[in-house]
């Protein structure tokens, strides 16, 4: 790739690869927004895949992007499908415990941690 120094430069780039890759990203298509609270004091992320005995949450969406708000400024967008496959190797790797949750802890998830998340989602 090569580099250049000119602001103008930059913003077309940025323009054609990074605002045109959001908006068709956002566009039409079904996103599904989590916000947590405590993600940004514990650095974890919940993520629930049965409630009340029941497929529910991630298992059920029918959502192909997830974005998770962790805290006021930032979030992490990620395909459905590759946030399942990254619950799968994560849990795999010990890197993702079960854990009860909810409302009154009737729903079951993985608990992650973002680092753990965002990494193995840029390596990919």
Not at 14 to 24: P, Q, T
Not at 29 to 39: G, P
Not at 61 to 76: D, F, M, P, S
Request: aromatic content about 10%; proline content about 1%; hydrophobic content about 30%.
């Amino acid at each position: 790739m090569n580099y250049n120094s000119d602001f103008k430069y930059d913003l077309e780039f940025g323009i054609l690869n990074g605002e045109s890759w959001f908006h068709e990203l956002v566009t039409d298509k079904k996103i599904e927004v989590k916000c947590d609270r405590l993600s940004a004091i514990t650095g974890n992320v919940y993520i629930e895949f049965e409630s009340r005995g029941k497929p529910s949450g991630i298992a059920t969406t029918q959502a192909e992007y997830y974005v998770y708000k962790y805290n006021e400024e930032a979030a992490l967008i990620i395909s459905t499908e590759q946030l399942k496959e990254r619950c799968r190797e994560l849990y795999r790797l010990g890197l993702a415990k079960k854990i009860k949750g909810g409302d009154d802890n009737t729903s079951e998830g993985l608990l992650i941690k973002l680092k753990d998340l965002v990494e193995r989602n840029q390596d990919k």
